[in-house]
Structure formats: C-alpha cells, structure tokens
C-alpha cells in the first residue's frame, strides 16, 4: 500500500511542480523515448536473469505492492503451530508427526494455518528439519548448523531478485542518456528545419535523461529496496522457525520453546508474551 501511496507522490510532485512552472504535460509524452528506455531496461533484464528470477522479480513487485505478508498476526499463527505440533509430538511421540511433515497441506494442524502454508521456504524448512529430528540420532549442534546452511541457501536465493531489480534501476540514467543521444542525432539530422523544429527535438531528447532518472531514483531503485526489506524480513520468519524448532529438539516444553521463537522475532512484529500465551491457549 505505501509503495502506491509512494509512487503517487512521487509523480504527483513532479507533474505538479512541472505545471506549476508552466509545463506543458504533453510535451513529457514522447513515446519513442518510453520505447528506447523501457523496452532496453526490459531487455537487459531479459538478457542478465534466468525465466525462474524473472518471475520472482514480476512476484517480487507484486508483493510490495500488495504489502508484505510477515505480520504479527503471521507470527502468532505461527507460535500456534509450532505449539500445536510440538504438543502432539510430547503426548503421541515423535513417530504420530510423521503423518503431519509428509503431507502438509493435508495435516489436520498445519492445514489449519493458511499464512504459514503458503510460505513454502517455511513449509519446507519447518517439515524437513521435523523430518531430521524424526530420523533420530542428530545431535542438537549438528542439527542447528544443518538449519543455518538451509538458511544461508535460502537467504542467497531470495537475495537475487532484488538485487537484479537494483541492476536494472542502475542503468536506467545509462539509457537515458542513450535516447538523449539518439534525440540529438536525430535533431541534427533535421536542423534545416528551422529552430521551432530543432527545439521540439531537442525537448524530445531531454525527456529521454528525465525518464531514465526518474525511473532509476523514483521508481525501480525504491521497489527494489522495498524488495530487499520484505526479503529480510522472510528471513526473520524462517529464524524464528529455527529457534523454536531447535528448542524442541533439546528437549525444551513446548511453551519454553515457541519463547525461544517469540524472543527472535524483530521487535516490529514480536507479539507480547501475553499475547502468544492467549493465543496458543486458544489453538
């Protein structure tokens, strides 16, 4: 929503300052420049990223869009889960979860829980290191660093959309500058014309340098950023995945660890204890 509302006012401000000192808005119309400009960006883009980036960088942009999904009433749905599961471990055994991690989506706990199930790093993380607790004789250090390296793969993944979203910003002043010249080119190619005609190809240049500025600083470089935010704030989700789940494996009550989990979360989002305790007591 603030990237809209962001967006908004960005363009807003332009235009209005534009007019207000006399612009005229259609002489920023020139669509051979939006040609030249966007469609390099879009093809450099094309050129730097395999089609699976590509569209993490298409979902990227749709999810600031949208807001981000990691909320605090994600996070207390989570602490739910995790309550909900190691409770049943403690009471069946840990054998009874393994209906639970094979199958998900069609578990009677985690099925319950749509915020967490569409997050499928989480639901692969999660279900894949109960998996290892199950397979027994993993020591709990052993097991934390197989969660870090989990982590770490996971982090770098998400880590390049953003960043190629960045790339593509970067060079947006870049191209601009290329349609400016091809601008200038094409005015001197028609200088005969008279100096009416010459200024007109001129302002038509320039809007090149504007819109490739404007793309870079008040557009894609601002998305990509937020991009980057909302990735580090997956990677907050997955830790307090870690620390409740590594908790567990030594041995900790349920409560104690879902308290290990809450304690991680970025303050942001952190539920107070009352509020997680009033939550699982209603799981």
Known sequence: MF?????????????????????????????PEY????????????IANPLPVLIKIINGIL????????????????????????????????IALEQHVE????????????SFLSNHHAVEFFCDTLKVVLSGGVPAHDLEDLMDLDLEAIEQE???PPAS???????????GIVAAVIGIIITMGAISEG????????????????????MSYGVFGPIASSMAKMTAKESKYLLAIKSGLLS?????????????????????????????????KKS
């Open 3 to 31: 990237v809209i509302i962001g967006l908004v006012v960005v363009l807003g401000a332009l235009m209005g300052g534009f007019i207000i000192a006399g612009g005229n808005p259609a002489t920023l119309i020139v669509i």
């Open 35 to 46: 040609i030249i400009i966007l469609g390099a960006a879009i093809g450099s883009l094309l």
């Open 63 to 94: 999810s600031t869009l949208k807001g981000p999904k990691v909320n605090k009433q994600a996070y207390l749905d989570l602490m739910k889960l995790m309550y909900e599961i190691f409770q049943f471990a403690k009471r069946e055994g840990l």
């Open 103 to 114: 199958n998900p989506e069609q578990s009677s706990i985690i099925s319950k829980y749509p």
């Open 158 to 160: 998400e880590e390049v």
């Open 165 to 175: 979203l960045q790339v593509m910003a970067d060079a947006f002043p870049g191209l």
């Open 195 to 214: 100096s009416e005609a010459v200024g007109h190809h001129v302002a038509s240049a320039l809007v090149g340098t504007f819109l490739g500025v404007l």
């Open 248 to 280: 567990f494996a030594k041995g900790a009550p349920a409560m104690v660890a879902i308290e290990y989990a809450r304690r991680s979360i970025d303050p942001e989002n952190r539920p107070s204890f009352k509020e997680t305790e009033d939550a699982v």
